[in-house]
């Protein structure tokens, strides 16, 4: 049972268009992280949301957390080139005396010059 | 690099061997997650530990794994036996406690069973 769904999980688009991706739960997590990995390499943290609908910007990236705390959306304009890579939503996961990061499956994100 | 440190990157076992990955932790960090990663999938949390406590193995199969993470020295993941089935990428992540702290990845031990 995958307790984070990505969508899509795959995307090619031309530099410049912009783009969302969404990862959608039914369980509440209390707070939610969005890495972008590269091929032959790990995980790279982009942002941690915390606050239900709180709203984080990275320069051209944009991610929301939902209000219920059970979703979150990661919006690109304009997107590069350099932003190809595979992009993972993880829900921090605590209980019983333990805390560990559930992973989406990704959305693997091509942009074409 | 004051990073997490996965040795090796690359590891080739045969069927029946035994696979030991390492993992150094950044400087600080006392807790220490792996997970696993199969081709076009996420990666699954395997285990938790601090030092010289594991804290959560429920990701991890019943047989054939093992980890730790001695007092001194690097957190090690053991399979032993490999299987085809144990190809993947093993990643490892350090932080330096508890509370929604931000988890830090390695580059990963990419194992491949022949």
């Known amino acids: 049972t995958q307790l984070l769904e990505q969508s899509p999980q795959f995307l090619s688009i031309q530099e410049g268009e912009n783009l969302t991706v969404y990862c959608n739960s039914s369980s509440v997590f209390s707070s939610l992280q969005w890495y972008r990995q590269e091929p032959g390499e790990g995980p790279v943290l982009l942002v941690t949301?915390?606050?239900?609908?709180e709203v984080k910007k990275l320069k051209r990236l944009t991610f929301q957390f939902g209000d219920a705390r059970k979703d979150s959306s990661l919006h690109i304009t304009a997107a590069q080139p350099g932003d190809t890579g595979l992009y993972l939503c993880a829900g921090i996961l605590t209980q019983g005396g333990s805390e560990k990061l559930v992973f989406g499956k990704g959305m693997k994100l091509t942009v074409n010059p | 690099n004051a990073g997490v440190m996965q040795n090796p990157r690359h590891l080739v076992r045969r069927r029946g061997q035994e696979a030991r990955l390492r993992c150094s932790p950044m400087?600080?960090?006392?807790?220490v997650y792996w997970y696993r990663q199969l081709p076009e999938e996420g990666l699954k949390f395997m285990v938790y530990l601090q030092k010289e406590n594991i804290i959560d193995e429920s990701g991890m199969p019943k047989e054939r794994f093992s980890a730790e993470f001695p007092k001194e020295g690097p957190s090690i993941l053991r399979i032993q036996q490999v299987v085809r089935g144990d190809s993947a990428a093993y990643f490892c992540a350090s932080s330096p406690g508890w509370g929604n702290q931000p988890q830090h990845f390695g580059d990963g031990t990419r194992l491949s069973i022949l």
């Open positions: 400087k600080g960090h006392s807790h």
């Open positions: 949301v915390v606050t239900g609908g």
